[in-house]
């Protein structure tokens, strides 16, 4: 009985069970999500759920904070909201901007939904004289994470190549346990809680390139939080909602095996494999950034010209996924162009660099930019790995460079360093919030497992 196996599990989970290796791979997976959260609040669509739900009246009062915002207490002013409003534009803006971790084995997001519900709930816990501990927070964050993700591989490749979004799909189920284990709910009445959540299906592919993409992270991550709370006081759901016949596991997937990866649980930790991205885009796209940039560096350094003039084309043979899920071939926006590998070879090219400041809508409008795309050409090999490119530029004088990329930068096997993460956490919030709170922020967040009280987070940056 799946959903059984899963609650039980959950609720007998305690932090002395928690592994060296699991607790410093939640802590990196933590706080590079509050690196995306506070950064990608400088999106559009973050902003726009947040100020339509006030402009609406909608939320309580507010003991949960916005990330990406600067107000500095939680006294009323603007920055704070509702636990269910805060949770769910920080995890719209977690994922707006596609920089967050990924576990590769399944293309599932994991942290967004889970984290963004877990520190409202926590939050709201802390304001009402109720204090959660680095130990809870920490044991009830991977208890969620280790939902998901065990769930995921249970359905993984059917329920993704049908269309599914399948960060969203499992991570509503991720943020009931989640929550669920912060609250204290016994098996019962979590298996209830993983039934509620399991019925808020969300998240459709066709939506990959628009701000929808990330509002499904923010709706799961309300699912999940409303039924863990929901079950608390006695809501009812079906306690077998994973494997009923009519159920999540057979709905949305043509195959499932929960009951072997389930058995897994607690034996195999999926967060060890946890990655973190270089890149703000489809992950798929990162190894023909990385050849792109290394041979932009390598002709440089032989005194050629790259750009639109001295280049003729350029040749990628990729894995069949990376047209499947990027293969948008004239990209008008910021999102859209996360998912054109075109225009990521271009990007790569021309900068050198693929941060948030090369996804926006200016440089997919530049015309510079739009005739080095247009010299892209892209072939399938199944025996490329996802995480595999071949590219070959061919030069105005027919001089070529080639270049294979084995293993892309932030894979598991050529990792970001803690130096990187560091980077790259410090120059995506400093964008949103300045270089000195984000180091402030920065410092808060790598010492989360050192806490009494990790509702106060907020306050230290």
Known sequence: MATLELASWATNLTYANLTTSVVDAAV?????????AIGGFAQAAPQIALNTSLGMGFGGPPTASILGL?????DGGYGFADAQLAAFVNGIASHVDDYDDTHLAVTI?????????????????????????????????????????KLGLS??????????????????????????????LDTAHLQHAIGIASTQVVGMQAFFGSDTKSFHIGRATQGGMLAALL????????????????????????????????????????????????????????????????LRSEALTSGMAVDAAS???IDLRVNPEVLVLTGQTDPQTGLAGKFSIFFAAAVGLLYGEATPAQFTDAVVQNET???????????????????????????????TMEKFVEHAIGSLENPLTVEDLKTKFVDQVSRQIG????EKAYDAFTNIGNMTDVGKIRTLF
């Open 28 to 36: 990196k997976s933590l706080y590079n999500w509050a690196g995306c």
């Open 70 to 74: 600067n107000a500095s207490s939680s």
């Open 109 to 149: 997001h994991p942290t967004g939904v889970v984290a963004s519900a877990l520190l409202a709930i926590t939050e709201y816990q802390s304001s009402s004289a109720a204090p959660v501990s680095s130990a809870d927070f920490l044991t009830a964050f991977v208890a969620g994470i280790e939902a998901e993700l």
């Open 155 to 184: 359905v993984y490749p059917e329920h993704y190549d049908v269309g599914w979004h399948i960060t969203s799909t499992t991570g509503s189920i991720g943020a009931a346990v989640a929550v669920g284990k912060l609250l204290g």
């Open 231 to 294: 079950a608390q006081q006695g809501y009812t759901s079906s306690p077998t909602a994973l494997e009923d016949k009519y159920g999540w596991l057979h709905v949305v997937s043509t195959r499932e095996n929960a009951t072997a990866n389930f058995d897994e649980l607690g034996r195999s930790w999926e967060i060890e494999k946890n990655t973190f991205k270089p890149y703000p885009c489809g992950i798929v796209m990162h190894p023909i950034i990385d050849g792109c940039i290394q």
């Open 311 to 313: 280049v003729k084309s």
């Open 369 to 399: 930019v739009i005739g080095m795309w247009k010299l892209v050409n892209v072939t399938t090999d199944d025996t490329v790995a996802e995480d595999q490119a071949y590219v070959t530029v061919t030069f105005s004088d027919g001089s």
């Open 435 to 438: 270089s000195e709170r984000a």
